[in-house]
C-alpha cells in the first residue's frame, strides 16, 4: 500500500541552498516513485514543502533522513509532517522540472554577469581614455623639458 507524505521544511536560509536537489537525490536512491517540491514564503519565513510517496519502509526512511540531513548551508528551524491526500507527481517528471527551473536560474545570472561585464569594459575604456591622456601629457612635458636643456645648452 502506498504512503503518502508532506512535510514543511522552515528556517532562516531553506531557499538557494540546493534542497530540493538534495532531497530529490535521496528520494532516487530510496526509490520512491512521486515526488515533488516547491519553496515558499509564508509570512516572510523561507519554507520548502516536500511531497512524496511509497511503501511504508521507503517513506519512514526518507523522513528519517529529512529530519536528521539538511545541506551544508541550510539553517532550518522547524520540520513538520503532515499527511498527504492530494495527488503527487512523478519523480521523474519533478526531476525534469527542476532541471528546467535550475537551468533558467543560471541563465538569469549569466544575463546579469553580462551585463556587470559591460559596465566594467565601460570603466576600463574610461581608464584607458585617461591613460591615453597622461601618456599624451608626459610627451608634451618631455618635448618641453628637451627644448629647455636645448636653451640652457646654448
Do not use: C, W
Not at 44 to 49: C, R, S, Y
Not at 65 to 85: T, W
Amino acid at each position: 500500500m502506498e504512503t503518502k507524505k508532506r512535510v514543511i521544511i522552515q528556517g532562516e536560509r531553506v531557499h538557494y541552498v540546493g534542497y530540493r536537489p538534495f532531497l530529490l537525490a535521496k528520494a532516487m536512491k530510496l526509490g520512491i516513485k512521486r515526488f515533488e517540491a516547491e519553496n515558499l514564503i509564508e509570512d516572510e519565513k523561507q519554507k520548502v514543502v516536500v511531497s512524496f510517496s511509497g511503501n511504508e519502509k521507503q517513506v519512514k526512511e526518507f523522513l528519517e533522513f529529512i529530519k536528521k540531513n539538511y545541506p551544508p548551508n541550510a539553517r532550518v528551524s522547524k520540520i513538520e509532517e503532515l499527511k498527504v491526500v492530494d495527488r503527487i507527481m512523478s519523480i521523474d517528471d519533478y526531476h525534469k522540472i527542476l532541471a528546467i527551473e535550475q537551468q533558467n536560474t543560471i541563465v538569469q545570472v549569466g544575463l546579469r554577469m553580462i551585463g556587470r561585464q559591460d559596465i566594467m569594459i565601460g570603466k576600463q575604456d574610461q581608464m584607458l581614455e585617461k591613460q591615453d591622456q597622461t601618456i599624451q601629457e608626459i610627451r608634451e612635458v618631455k618635448e618641453e623639458i628637451k627644448d629647455l636643456r636645448m636653451d640652457l645648452k646654448s
